[in-house]
């Protein structure tokens, strides 16, 4: 019954076990041996298997969205679909009922007119290149409980104190997409999370990526909630605004295409830029985009580093994909791009921006190409640490 186990079964499928020393943590028994994996190892296969279950779920998924179409409408297929609304549904309450008690804390807390919530939103299908950004909200959270360093902003801020940080967990992306959802619903998910999010105030939505597709829900969820466009400032190598990469309206190289057409946003401004073709500039050109880049930013610095954003309208959303950053600085990305921003010239921008940040999100980190002691995952756990310390008051 041991080794019946999916997870066991893959682990004793490893080609690498037979090179495993003894470092470690878990004792495998297979033909009459003994084997030691190490943390490390460990953390590795279980990616590998998650992996698999995420490609299991897509083949389902994809199982499902072929073979209903085909049918004719029948009990079955309407069961089909009721069956999904129900699987929805039920994500969105466990949302709507931690929103709730986590806003209840906040507010008998008191004194708090903004505070901090995270939520999760593993999303990794959309990317064109690597999907592990799926992996990434678990690894950020851990990173920033993890003890190598204490709970208090630069700023001062205390993210204990549940005033200033909260958490409502996961959107569940892939137990949905094994249920055959598509990615319109998936979308409307996501939306409709941040909105409950933000039906408990104080709580403000701060989202963990995921591949930055996510981003074009989370904005239309928070303009329509807020009853009219933001100004974005987003911090990226890529400008992520062709009309539908590879055919995909939504792929993580398209989700400010999606909101500007939408009207969600009336400035966009794009800083670390350093990976744009003619497209990016055109679309930048058709829908108004402030595009900074790399190559001009010694002389952008002290505009960048005193930006005042968000008047005229319901206020700022930060987007920050963590490879707008110098892989010297955060190499776990799935598109590694030379020449980016310091740690320090992004808090620079973060912590010196006037103006009212109602929401946010960190996307595009890659636990699979992190290093072995999780460099970049302390470098996103930071990004978020700071960038709540903007958002709560």
């Known amino acids: 019954p041991l080794l019946s186990s999916p997870f066991l079964s893959a682990l004793l499928r490893a080609p690498s076990l037979p090179f495993i020393t003894q470092l470690g943590d878990l004792e495998i028994f297979r033909r009459g041996y003994v084997c030691i994996l190490d943390s490390a190892f460990f953390q590795y296969l279980h990616d590998r298997t998650v992996m698999r279950m995420a490609a299991q779920c897509s083949r389902l998924g994809e199982f499902w969205r072929k073979l209903l179409p085909a049918r004719s409408l029948s009990n079955s297929s309407l069961s089909f679909q009721e069956g999904q609304d129900r699987v ?80 409502v967990g996961d959107v569940p992306i892939q137990e949905m997409r094994d249920c055959g959802i598509d990615d319109g619903s998936l979308m409307k998910t996501i939306s409709d999370s941040v909105k409950l999010v933000m039906d408990e105030p104080p709580l403000c939505p701060l989202v963990l990526g995921g591949d930055h ?102 206020g700022i959303y930060v987007s920050i994909d963590v490879d707008c950053l110098d892989p010297a600085f955060a190499p776990g990305v799935s598109h590694i791009e030379p020449g980016g921003l310091s740690f320090r010239d992004v808090m620079n921008i973060i912590q010196n921006l006037k103006g009212d940040i109602v929401a946010g999100d960190v996307v595009e980190f890659n636990p699979q190409r992190d290093t072995v002691d999780g460099m970049t995952a302390m470098v996103a756990a930071k990004l978020v640490r700071e960038l709540t310390a903007k958002i709560s008051k």
């Open 88 to 167: 929805v549904a039920a994500s969105l309450t466990l949302i709507r009922e931690r929103a709730r008690l986590k806003a209840e804390l906040v507010r008998g807390a008191g004194g708090a007119k903004a505070s901090s919530c995270l939520l999760g939103v593993p999303l990794g299908h959309n990317s064109s290149f690597l999907q592990g950004p799926a992996f990434a909200p678990p690894r950020i959270r851990e990173a920033i409980w993890c003890g190598s360093t204490n709970s208090t902003t630069e700023a001062g801020k205390e993210i204990a104190d549940p005033r200033v940080l909260t958490d």
């Open 213 to 314: 597709s996510i981003s074009y829900p989370v904005v239309r969820a928070v303009s329509e909630h807020l009853g009219g466009p933001v100004d974005i400032l987003h911090l990226d190598a890529h400008p992520d605004i062709y009309h539908a990469f590879e055919g995909n309206p939504f792929s993580h190289a398209s989700p400010f295409a999606r909101i500007m057409e939408g009207g969600h946003a009336r400035r966009l401004l794009q800083v670390g830029i350093r990976s744009i073709n003619k497209e990016g500039r055109e679309q930048g050109t058709k829908f108004g985009v402030e595009q900074y880049e790399m190559r001009n930013f010694s002389k952008d610095r002290e505009f960048l580093e005193n930006l005042e954003l968000g008047k005229g309208v319901k």
